[in-house]
């Protein structure tokens, strides 16, 4: 397993005000790192400075054993996708045409897509189950076949990692499950490495249920809270501290007698 990504001793500030403070994590070939953290915790920070928007002001960050510094815009697009949580267009551009974006990257913003890149992108439309949309108006979709586009898209760009900012969110329950399910067999079958922003702590342990290459990253107040594996970051006082909020962590069974932990909230913690 190498290491893909690596975050060491970031620290990032706004003008009069540090949002990130000696940041270190990493990130293989193959496993998924869900990044966990209340509003505001500087997780957008992070990515931000992940995907070279931001230059951290201490600390470095490598892709590939290579200062992110030292990438150019489109050789960073075929390392790196993104997943964004929100994606609007106007445009009516057809499925195909959205998940034909992802290949800008090889082919430049004024290229002319090719045969192979045509290819490219209705495999991935068929490794999300989305192949039958292509030809739909994008903007016709529902949330969830949303999501499964963008993945498309991401996977079009045959980068070695997906970032993902809040992927399930506005999913009902079917359609959540089916995404998380989605992550697990891209990262089984095509050893995609995933770094997950989400909001609920239960994504890491769901997948550490299924037996994945999973790390779990708490922050707050833009300190590395928590970090390592889901079971030991994910438990009732890191969330005490960290979100604010009593919880209580309980082993359950299904009907088939397999494990997984399951997160109940009770109450935010007053003062």
Do not use: W
Request: proline share 4%.
């Amino acid at each position: 397993m190498s290491e893909l990504l690596g975050v060491e001793k970031v620290s990032f500030s706004y003008p009069g005000k540090d949002v990130l403070k000696d940041i270190s994590l990493t990130l293989n070939t193959g496993e998924i790192l869900c990044l966990m953290g209340p509003n505001g915790c500087g997780k957008t920070t992070l990515i931000d400075n992940i995907m070279a928007i931001h230059r951290p002001q201490a600390g470095r960050i490598l892709l590939l054993g290579r200062p992110i510094s030292e990438y150019k815009r489109h050789m960073l697009a075929r390392n790196i996708a993104y997943v964004p949580q929100i994606h609007d267009i106007t445009f009516p551009y057809t499925v195909k045409e959205v998940v034909m974006m992802g290949r800008t990257a090889y082919t430049g913003i004024f290229g002319e897509p090719s045969a192979e890149d045509e290819q490219i992108c209705m495999e991935a439309l068929r490794k999300v189950g989305a192949a039958q949309f292509a030809g739909k108006p994008y903007s016709r979709l529902s949330g969830g076949e949303v999501k499964m586009v963008l993945l498309a898209r991401a996977l079009g760009q045959r980068a070695p990692m997906i970032i993902m900012d809040e992927p399930t969110a506005h999913l009902d329950f079917k359609n959540e499950l089916k995404f998380l399910e989605m992550i697990v067999e891209l990262c089984r079958k095509e050893e995609i490495a995933i770094l997950m922003v989400t909001h609920a702590p239960a994504h890491a342990l769901y997948f550490e249920s299924k037996g994945m290459k999973i790390k779990a990253a708490m922050m707050h107040n833009g300190v590395m809270a928590a970090y390592g594996a889901p079971c030991e970051v994910v438990t009732q006082e890191n969330i005490a501290r960290v979100y604010g909020v009593k919880a209580r962590i309980d082993v359950i069974r299904d009907e088939e007698g397999r494990e997984m932990k399951a997160v109940t909230l009770f109450e935010t913690i007053k003062g």
